[in-house]
């Protein structure tokens, strides 16, 4: 089993945080949360969201917080900020974009047909590069049958991973931990991950669990513990929203 966070050491130079499940609680990011992030970023320690949530969700997140970035699509999008605009990059080439969806949509087509129940998210209206198949927010697939369609989906050469309410999958080339290096990099200067902090929650978190070795799992996590190969270094009391508000009052004192 992991370490409690309280066996978690600093410095900090910022918190990679995951969305659904993590940041948010039965769905909604509670008032509490919010006022600890920012109390976290008030006391120099920046917040950056890493989610599988949509590009439109990134850039929303980006005007209305104080976040200093946004990993959406599981690393397919990246939004910063550059002389008070918010700036965009890709985790593949723009030009192959295109290409990638048309090839996706028409493979969501014959997963829903061959699996009842299966459907796009609704979120996948604001996705740029990745698509979501939702089996567990609207939708109601089992473990099972969601693990099948990852499964069918990596067989077929996409990047998919299931997160608490979707399976994400898109062209091969990016994931989280590809684009929160790239963020540490351009925006603190690093060249590795030893300063930063990482919590989750999920199977898609699991790249992140592995890449950073200060990674954290809220309670919740728990859930899918055996079915994790990579699990986080730390884990909270608290799940969701309420561990991440643990975390934040053990980061402060680091601070």
């Known amino acids: 089993m992991a370490s409690p966070i309280k066996e978690l050491s600093g410095p900090v130079k910022a918190l990679f945080s995951d969305l659904d499940g993590t940041l948010t609680t039965s769905g909604h990011i509670e008032v509490a949360t919010v006022v600890a992030m920012e109390k976290l970023v008030s006391a120099g320690v920046p917040v950056i969201i890493v989610t599988g949530r949509p590009a439109g969700w990134g850039h929303t ?15 397919a999008v990246i939004f910063t900020r550059e002389r008070g605009r918010v700036i965009r990059a890709y985790g593949i080439e723009e030009d192959e974009i295109k290409g990638h969806r048309r090839q996706m949509s028409a493979v969501v087509r014959q997963i829903m047909a061959d699996i009842p129940g299966a459907r796009l998210s609704v979120d996948s209206a604001y996705r740029e590069v990745d698509l979501a198949i939702d089996w567990n927010e609207d939708s109601t697939l089992s473990v099972n049958q969601a693990q099948e369609i990852v499964d069918r989906l990596r067989g077929m050469g996409f990047n998919a991973s299931r997160s ?18 790239i963020l540490a990099k351009e ?7 030893d300063e930063f902090v990482f919590v989750g929650d999920s199977l898609n978190d699991e790249v992140c669990f592995s890449g950073f070795a200060r990674s954290v799992g809220v309670s919740n996590t728990k859930e899918v513990w055996e079915t994790l190969e990579d699990k986080p270094k730390y884990i909270t009391e608290g799940e969701e929203g309420e561990g991440v508000r643990e975390l934040v009052e053990h980061l402060l004192t680091l601070s």
């Open 164 to 181: 608490s309410v979707h399976i994400n999958f898109g062209p091969p080339g990016f994931d989280k931990l590809t684009a929160c290096q």
């Open 187 to 193: 925006l603190y200067g690093a060249t590795d991950l």
């Open 61 to 75: 997140f980006m005007g209305l917080t104080d976040v200093s970035a946004v990993v959406a699509e599981n690393g």
